[in-house]
């Protein structure tokens, strides 16, 4: 009987391993991507250089404004004038508590992620909103009352942002399913208040927001200006969330909902167990889309009066101590944005891997 004895496995071919072969693969495979990959190379050699330069080995990190000698950056306007870029015209001594905030709402998204109970997610869901507006505004539990018009920079455009995003969402589910109802009158008003304010620009509804909606209370009532912004983008966000989750419902099979009325469900167990969780999944680009897109548009309540971050550069520019610095206060405001919606984003596709079902 004939033996058979095992050989060890040859190595694989050095061409089809190792970096000579992703280089290979994805940036020399033909002509034209070879010349591409070199077009690239070029471009970055005449652009990063120069701004690492700029920004890093020839900026000024330090001192005063009168020692600059370099020809780089000078981030010393950035320390500078930083509390009012984070905080705008918050009291200092009170500067903890915004940061605290902070602390919280990493605290908050962590454990929202981690924790699988729902009725505490509820639970912290309605406690963050109070908590967060407590310690930021004040006027209870002994903490200065600090008024909104003080509130600026980040902390007002990450305010607004929360507060539109956390407040549009179930706004805009409601609106979603009152456009897929089969009651005309539910129908007709939920598709004649999105299409309205998807018709007009959201520049619009601050100014009506801030100029019309006290028109319709009493003489002697003060009208938060904050307050009226708040609601003119929770408003103008809605709209939007609502058509991405039309979007993700029409992706629903039609058999998931004659399954779930087969199985007794009322209208709304059926939607809250069945139709949402999966219409909710598919929509998470979608949303984190619009999302982004909110969170850069908050610089449009500048118009209405209400310094967020990006005001904050011609705000503090405008320091005769300080002029000429634009530039840098504008570099630095669009790397928090980035940092900021790059988070998102991320963020994002957590969630996703943590809801995809498709095994």
Known sequence: MAVYTLKEAKPAPATSKGLLFWLRENLFSN?????????????????????????????????????IVNSGARWIFISEKFNQFMYGFYPEDQIWRPNLVALISVAFLILLHVIKNLKIKLTMMLLYPITCFILIHGGIFGLETVATEKWGGLMLTLVVAAVGI????????????????????????CVGFIEFIRGVPLITILFMASVVLPLFFHDGIDFDKLLRALIGITLFQAAYIAEVIRGGLQAIPRGQYEAYKSLG?????????????????????????????????????????????????????????????????YVFVTMIYWCCCFTMSRYSKAVERKFNTEH
């Open 31 to 67: 002509i034209s991507n070879s010349l591409l990959t070199l077009l690239g190379f070029y471009i970055i050699y005449l652009t990063i250089p120069p701004l690492m330069d700029w920004m890093i080995f020839d900026a000024t990190w330090s001192g005063s404004k009168e020692e």
């Open 166 to 189: 956390i407040a549009s969402f179930p706004i805009g589910i409601v609106l979603a399913l009152g456009r897929q109802s089969d009651m005309p009158i539910v129908k007709t008003l």
């Open 265 to 329: 469900l009322s209208y709304w167990q059926g939607m809250i167990l069945i139709i949402l969780p999966q219409a909710l999944k598919i929509s998470i680009p979608n949303l984190v889309g619009s999302f982004i897109s909110l969170f850069k548009d908050t610089t449009l309540v500048l118009i209405i009066g209400l310094f967020d971050v990006l005001a904050m550069v011609t705000l503090t520019t405008s320091d005769s101590n300080w002029l000429g610095f634009e530039v840098e206060g």
